[in-house]
């Protein structure tokens, strides 16, 4: 069974560049989380999906950031424009059913802006 | 105001001694903890939970303990090996909100030949 996969693996853009990081759960998993990790910090929350629709976008940090989940399968997560702070790794995860049975966690988008 | 933490950013142990990591938290609605465990350039890994009706949790070599009054929770690796040398993330979440949890700062354990 293939895991959670996630691209690009590295991203270097200029400050007010548009980037667009993506994510392929682990099939047949409806639940779908974007995190973040800044500076070697906690691992912070920003939405999670069910199937298509977003259940919480609370850790969403501004309106520069646009997630979506067409039909449910893979997930894009668009930073427009990005800004310096952005920079971090960004982790998707999915699982079949609630946080209660533990996520699978992608290897991770290290985005850097300059 | 970060509401699980773990201080110590770092731990090394020798091979085959216990290995305790520590986690504290402060949202008393949380009640489910997690813990992952992260090795460079990939995501982090689920290792083991415990739900806030337990004290007491056993998975081979991997136990954890939860305090609820003090808000603390702990995991021990016993005995530890040089593979077990990774970043470990404590994580909780709180009944009604099960879509996401709340991550702590990680400690990076360093289990020495």
């Known amino acids: 069974e293939a895991g959670v996969t996630q691209f690009p693996s590295h991203s270097v853009i200029e400050k007010g560049q548009t980037v667009t990081l993506r994510c392929d759960p682990i099939s047949g998993h409806d639940n779908l989380y974007w995190y973040r990790r800044v500076m070697g910090k906690e691992i912070k929350f920003l939405l999670h999906f069910v199937k298509e629709s977003k259940q919480d976008e609370s850790g969403m940090p501004n309106n520069r950031f646009l997630a979506e989940r067409t039909g449910g399968t893979y997930s894009t997560l668009k930073v427009q424009p990005a800004e310096l702070e952005d920079s971090g790794v960004y982790f998707c995860?999915?699982?079949?059913?609630?946080?209660?049975?533990?996520?699978?966690f992608g290897p991770g988008t290290r985005l850097t802006v300059l | 105001d970060q509401q699980v933490k773990q201080n110590s950013p770092s731990l090394s142990v020798q091979e085959g001694r216990i290995s305790i990591l520590n986690c504290d938290y402060t949202n008393s609605m949380f009640d489910y903890f997690l813990w992952y465990k992260k090795y460079p350039a990939e995501g982090p890994t689920f290792l083991i939970s415990?739900?806030?009706?337990?004290d007491k949790n056993e998975d081979g070599r991997f136990t954890v303990f939860l305090n609820k009054s003090a808000k603390h929770l702990s995991l021990h690796i016993v005995p530890s090996q040089p593979g077990d040398s990774a970043v470990y993330f404590c994580a909780a979440s709180a009944m009604g909100d099960a879509g996401k949890s709340t991550f702590g700062d990680g400690t990076t354990l360093t289990v020495k030949p």
């Open positions: 415990i739900s806030s009706i337990k």
């Open positions: 995860a999915s699982s079949q059913v609630s946080v209660y049975n533990g996520q699978f």
